[in-house]
């Protein structure tokens, strides 16, 4: 089996599951007229009190997504405010990563397993990992807890989404 390209192994998988939140929104929406209540109530929604609400969730989710493709293509990541709370400014934000998140290229990736990239966590921690480590011990799993979060958030708050929902454009079903 052939080596799998940093490009092959996370833009497909970011804009997946990017597109994914994106459509639970739309869903959300739905959902909201359906039983009459304003769908913006669901962008503070949160799972335990200490936890980030599902604002909070798509903007680091995203933020992770894009930060990634950046960094791991040597570049500077642009920075994106805190989203409003609302559903058409997540939608807009995603939008808007999914946009980043393609901007960069296989072109763009070459080289960039090896490559160090220097981050922060926060602002105390400074870090330095290749870019395989950092995409595949950082990034990806951060960037999956944060839309599974999301994911949790909408379906505890009675959306009914499943499986599938997660999964879909993940890959191809055979027909």
């Known amino acids: 089996m052939g080596q799998v390209s940093i490009h092959a192994a996370s833009v497909p ?26 769908v913006n109530v669901l962008a503070s929604a949160r799972l335990a009190p200490d936890m980030l609400s599902l604002a909070g969730q798509v903007d680091i989710a995203t933020a992770w997504a894009k930060n990634c493709m950046y960094r791991l293509a040597g570049q500077t990541p642009p920075d ?10 997540l939608k807009a934000r995603i939008a808007r990563a999914l946009d980043d ?3 960069i290229s296989a072109k763009d990736l070459e080289g960039s397993d090896s490559r160090i990239v220097n981050f922060n966590l ?3 921690i400074k870090m330095s990992l290749s870019g395989s480590d950092y995409l595949f011990k950082l990034a ?3 960037f999956y807890f944060h839309v599974t979060t999301m994911y949790d958030i909408l379906r505890h708050n009675g959306l009914m989404i499943g499986k599938q929902d997660f999964l879909m454009g993940a890959f191809e079903v055979p027909k």
Do not use: H, R
């Open 13 to 38: 998988m970011f804009v997946a599951l990017m597109n994914n939140m994106n459509t639970w929104l739309e869903k959300a929406e739905a959902y909201a007229t359906e039983k009459k209540f304003d």
């Open 80 to 89: 994106y405010a805190a989203s409003e709370p609302t559903i058409a400014a």
């Open 101 to 103: 998140v393609q901007s």
């Open 122 to 124: 926060g602002p105390d």
């Open 140 to 142: 990806l799993p951060n």
